[in-house]
């Protein structure tokens, strides 16, 4: 599936996550996600799919990274049964804790490499260059 259909009712709140990111978001998305870190690999901040808004996604890998604030047990329960469901739609989903992130940026970076490595080839064909 290439487009995965999203609750349009979501797209609101998607917009104000966007204007106001935690900590933990912020410094993954400058240190890690944005700019030239994944060469040409296109991170979108807080993206609508199906009935969920997910931290950041990567379309062509349809990838998904989430960051985990202090969990609980409803909370836990929670992510497991969004991250079953992403993963029925061909979704990977990736989670980090704040902490992890906090403290540790740079092994953050290293394991995503290795996880869009090992997910091997881009899952998604890009778009044919308009310019070229």
């Known amino acids: 599936m290439d487009y995965i259909p999203y609750n349009q ?11 106001s990111p935690t900590p933990a978001e912020q410094k993954i998305w ?17 993206k609508p799919l199906d009935e969920y808004i997910v931290d950041f996604y990567c379309s062509e890998y349809m990838l998904a990274v989430e960051i985990d604030g202090d ?4 909370q836990e329960e929670y992510d497991r049964k969004r991250t079953e469901r992403l993963n029925s739609l061909d979704v990977t989903v990736v989670r980090y804790s704040n902490e992890e992130v906090m403290k540790n940026i740079a092994g953050v970076y290293e394991d995503l490499k290795k996880k869009i490595i090992d997910l091997g080839k ?8 308009k310019w070229g």
């Open 9 to 19: 009712s979501l797209t609101k709140r998607a917009r104000e996550n966007r204007k």
């Open 71 to 74: 969990s609980h047990g409803e």
């Open 30 to 46: 400058l240190f890690t996600l944005q700019g030239n870190k994944f060469k040409d690999l296109k991170f979108i901040h807080q």
């Open 122 to 129: 881009p899952r998604k064909t890009k778009p044919p260059d």
